[in-house]
């Protein structure tokens, strides 16, 4: 057992600050993009009809597809606020079963489990695409979820029901939502499953589940469809997509964020054990050849930049290892570490604070401008064919942006009108016009 002092105020009052900001702007969350193709749909065709013909005709994540159009089947104002919630309050259980598995004592875990999701939220490439896109969030986060799920049932190490169970259930939602993060879990648990016989009975069912449901994702005749949408294969420009996309983690998201990313981690210095330095070049080894492999596929594929929602995945990872990184501090500047380990959360605090002041105002002012452009489509009278000109939405800031193309034909514009079931078309208004 690791032993633990008292509590100090500070992990608890971070934990809380990031609670407010979360919830605060997921308040502020509205749909957008690909969410009013999928509203629509399931708004005519039901929950079951819809998944089935968007895994027919465009897409094989199947059961990331079957959550989004859940969700957006009984959309009403509380929805996206929900469906925010249930992310953050599903990774706060695994992250705390973690916790509890490497011995943390009670009074510490629950604060420290938010704190690292809080570094998480903070580190990742582009808050509002990652976190809260129904449409996408439920393929790239939820995975990510059901992976921490996944892992804290195998760190328990005993055979009760739920960790039978679960693992299960894990298995299939990755393997037939994240074709990457499926691959990079299979092999995992491969080399987990040879090196750790003891592991074998949860880990060869959650095996043969997660590759089953990754072959129904596969096989997909959406996926075919789909690929005839896509530019031409070209090695060359993939190859340079792969390397901007390298490049813009490595020397934007990682400067960035890291300060916010390292005071999540300090407040865990006193309750892990250190590491050794030969163990900590060998994360920071996987930690970059991840890095490099998880936007490869999407760029390889699309001969474009990995999009935010791809590289979410490393938001949670560069949390992971900045944590190990603290592991081996411990026994490099043990004063030094005590010290920031104390001062970190207050820190934090101030930064969660800081990020309210900011992006509240911010994400208030989008939403209401939202709100009242819906209500202005309602009640807007025109004839079939004519095409009405919107004002621009304002800055959304971490939220993923409603707006609209000044293209009556763009994908974005069709879909906000057949969401709404609107006669007319509609165009934002240009810097021209």
């Excluded at 089935?52 to 957006?72: E, K, V």
């Excluded at 808050?127 to 195998?154: D, F, K, P, R």
């Excluded at 990079?184 to 499953?193: E, H, P």
Aim: include cysteine; hydrophobic fraction near 50%.
């Amino acid at each position: 057992m690791i032993k633990t002092g008292r509590i100090s105020p500070g992990p608890a009052l971070a934990a809380g600050s990031f609670l407010i900001l979360y919830v605060g702007l997921a308040w502020f969350n509205r749909l957008s993009r690909d969410d009013f193709a999928l509203l629509e749909l399931v708004k005519s065709r039901g929950i079951l009809h819809a998944t089935w013909l968007f895994y027919s005709d465009w897409n094989g994540r199947w059961i990331a597809l079957l959550q989004s159009h859940t969700w957006l089947a009984f959309y009403n104002r509380y929805t996206l606020l929900l469906f925010a919630i249930s992310h953050l309050a599903i990774a706060w259980w695994a992250v705390r079963r973690i916790l509890v598995s490497l011995r943390l004592s009670i009074p510490h875990h629950n604060w420290l489990a938010l704190i690292f999701i809080n570094g998480w939220f903070l580190t990742t490439q582009g808050v509002g695409e990652s976190w809260w896109w129904v449409s996408t969030s439920t393929s790239y986060m939820s995975s990510l979820v059901a992976l921490l799920v996944l892992t804290s049932c195998l760190l328990r190490k005993n055979s009760g029901t739920r960790n039978l169970v679960l693992p299960l259930l894990c298995a299939l939602y990755i393997g037939a939502s994240n074709e990457t993060l499926a691959l990079l879990s299979i092999a995992a648990m491969v080399a987990l499953a040879w090196k750790k016989p003891d592991l074998r009975r949860q880990l060869i069912p959650a095996l043969i589940v997660m590759g089953g449901a990754f072959a129904t994702l596969l096989v997909a005749p959406g996926n075919m469809r789909r690929s005839e949408h896509l530019s031409p294969f070209s090695l060359d420009k993939g190859v340079r997509m792969w390397l901007i996309s390298g490049g813009r983690f490595f020397l934007k998201t990682i400067p960035l964020h890291v300060l916010w990313t390292i005071l999540a981690a300090l407040p865990f210095y006193g309750y892990l054990p250190q590491i050794s330095t030969k163990q900590l070049k060998r994360v920071a080894g996987v930690w970059l050849i991840l890095a490099l492999v998880i936007p490869a596929p999407s760029v390889l594929i699309t001969s474009d930049v990995a999009p935010d929602r791809v590289m979410a995945p490393m938001g949670l990872l560069t949390q992971v290892f900045t944590i190990v990184a603290v592991m081996w501090l411990k026994g490099q500047w043990p004063v030094v570490g005590q010290k920031a380990a104390v001062m970190s959360s207050w820190l934090l605090l101030c930064g969660n604070i800081l990020w309210m002041v900011v992006q509240f105002p911010v994400a208030s002012t989008y939403a209401n401008a939202v709100d009242a452009r819906m209500q202005n489509l309602h009640n807007i009278r025109k004839a079939p064919g004519e095409v009405v000109t919107l004002a621009p939405l304002p800055p959304s800031g971490w939220l993923l942006s409603a707006e609209v193309s000044v293209d009556k034909n763009d994908d974005l514009n069709r879909q906000l009108k057949e969401a709404l079931h609107l006669p007319f078309d509609v165009r934002v208004e240009s810097l021209q016009d």
